[in-house]
């Protein structure tokens, strides 16, 4: 959690790469981590990796299927990547999990 912690700090930061780079190692250290993917999927979108922050956002669905951060970010990466019928059953599944777009 510690990785995962300063990986926040970071993005909060403005600093996505090393955010990113301590995502990783939070994950290396404990692969079934979903948070950690799914700040890490954030960071690629900060950087416009659309590709990559969904291939993240998903990892972190497939390992808590309950994440609606996760399902509401992954549309927003499915908006960028053109996506509009994804992103729009994903921002549903966000909301009947409960996300609202106001929260952090």
């Known amino acids: 959690m510690a990785y995962n912690n300063r990986g926040n ?3 909060d930061l403005g600093q996505y790469q090393k955010a990113i780079d301590d ?13 950690a993917y799914n700040n890490r999927g ?4 900060d950087l416009g990796q659309y590709q990559k922050a969904t291939d993240d956002f998903s990892k972190a669905i ?4 309950k994440l609606a951060k996760a399902y509401y970010s992954r ?3 499915y908006k960028k990547l053109g996506q509009a019928t994804m992103a729009a059953q994903d921002r549903a599944k966000a909301a009947e999990l409960g996300y609202k777009t106001n929260q952090k």
Do not use: F, M, W
């Open 9 to 11: 700090a970071y993005d």
């Open 23 to 35: 995502y990783s190692k939070a994950i290396a250290l404990d692969p079934k981590l979903a948070k």
């Open 42 to 45: 954030s960071a690629y979108n």
């Open 62 to 65: 497939e390992l808590d299927p």
């Open 75 to 77: 549309a927003l990466s």
